[in-house]
């Protein structure tokens, strides 16, 4: 499978189909970052956000990624290895406007 990313702003994003053809660099990053949110449920998360510092990576939750054209953002969490903080947030509680 070819390597493809969504290149957003300073920041990339891929599906989680794609973490083993990421580059060495954010396959390492991508490595620590789960170790640091062990406490959490990774398998929920379908789409990763590498920011350009490339030492932050959050991870993305759309349950309905593959049948919805613009599927909802359910939570996040944000892993920021030169901070050694992990912040997570639900978003399914928050209005959303349509």
């Known amino acids: 499978m070819a390597f493809s990313r969504k290149v957003v702003g300073s920041s990339w994003y891929i599906h989680v189909s794609q973490i ?6 954010s396959q390492t990053l991508f490595e620590s970052a ?26 993305l939750s759309y349950p309905d990624f593959f049948e ?6 359910n939570s996040f969490l944000l892993v920021d ?18």
């Open 20 to 25: 083993s053809e990421l580059p060495e660099q």
């Open 34 to 59: 789960t170790r640091s949110a062990f406490d959490y449920d990774l398998s929920v998360y379908n789409v990763l956000k590498f920011h350009e510092s490339n030492q932050r990576l959050t991870f």
């Open 68 to 73: 919805e054209a613009f599927p909802v953002l």
């Open 81 to 98: 290895m030169s901070a050694q903080a992990v912040r997570y947030r639900d978003l399914r509680e928050v209005a959303r406007f349509i």
